[in-house]
T-cell receptor, first 114, second 119 residues
Framework: AQSVAQPEDQVNVAEGNPLTVKCTYS??????LFWYVQYPNRGLQFLLK??????LVKGSYGFEAEFNKSQTSFHLKKPSALVSDSALYFC????????????FGKGTTLSVSS | EAQVTQNPRYLITVTGKKLTVTCSQN?????MSWYRQDPGLGLRQIYY???????DKGDVPEGYKVSRKEKRNFPLILESPSPNQTSLYFC??????????????????FGEGSRLTVL
């Protein structure tokens, strides 16, 4: 069965510093990987996805994520954090060749201090 | 504007009183899905629909019903709500893509959420 783990409930970083939000996954086939962001009282917004190709994926708002097949990870990164990046981040996975359900991690709260 | 619209956004009800949360999308998406979000549990899928008149159970379907009579609408029905259904509900839609010889859901577009409290 597919699963996603976000090992940190919360990540704290100072504005201007690089940030990383961790995600590991488990699927039996090829993974389709996604990151979504949720701001307070809002729905989830798509940030980026990995389907195939280059392991480094660039997305919205300056975020990027690196697919690492050997470590089954898909960490979200940004070189310089902004206070406005503070939000709840979800990693999600779907097995590429089977099933339609997108399985979400439990979410990581990112707090960027000024 | 492309969007997924849910109503109501907020609702307080009592145990056993049937309610429906509506969901409508204007992007002509084939795939639609309902999730519930609970603290510490992330998002869990309730039901999904690959197309009109085609629905399937997700991970937590108990106590819920859905229907897909039209492509744009995917209402979530709680026939007899209970307090454990107090949650934040999200509807999502997606185009389908051809992959591996079959059709799969692509990137999800979410509604703004419906916060339901069952007393």
């Amino acid at each position: 069965a597919q699963s996603v783990a976000q090992p940190e409930d919360q990540v704290n970083v100072a504005e201007g510093n690089p940030l990383t939000v961790k995600c590991t996954y488990s699927v039996s086939g090829n993974p389709y990987l996604f990151w979504y962001v949720q701001y307070p009282n809002r729905g989830l917004q798509f940030l980026l996805k990995y389907i195939t190709g280059d392991n480094l994926v660039k997305g919205s708002y300056g975020f990027e994520a690196e697919f690492n097949k050997s470590q089954t990870s898909f960490h979200l990164k940004k070189p310089s954090a902004l206070v406005s990046d503070s939000a709840l981040y979800f990693c999600a996975v779907r097995e590429g060749q089977a099933g339609t359900a997108l399985i979400f991690g439990k979410g990581t709260t990112l707090s960027v201090s000024s | 504007e492309a969007q997924v619209t849910q109503n109501p956004r907020y609702l307080i009800t009592v145990t056993g009183k049937k309610l429906t949360v509506t969901c409508s999308q204007n992007m002509n998406h084939e795939y639609m899905s309902w999730y519930r979000q609970d603290p510490g549990l992330g998002l869990r899928q309730i039901y999904y629909s690959m197309n009109v008149e085609v629905t399937d159970k997700g991970d937590v379907p108990e106590g819920y019903k859905v229907s897909r009579k039209e492509k744009r609408n995917f209402p979530l029905i709680l026939e007899s709500p209970s307090p454990n259904q107090t949650s934040l509900y999200f509807c999502a839609s997606s185009p389908t893509v051809i992959a591996g010889g079959g059709r799969r859901a692509g990137e999800l577009f979410f509604g703004e959420g419906s916060r339901l409290t069952v007393l």
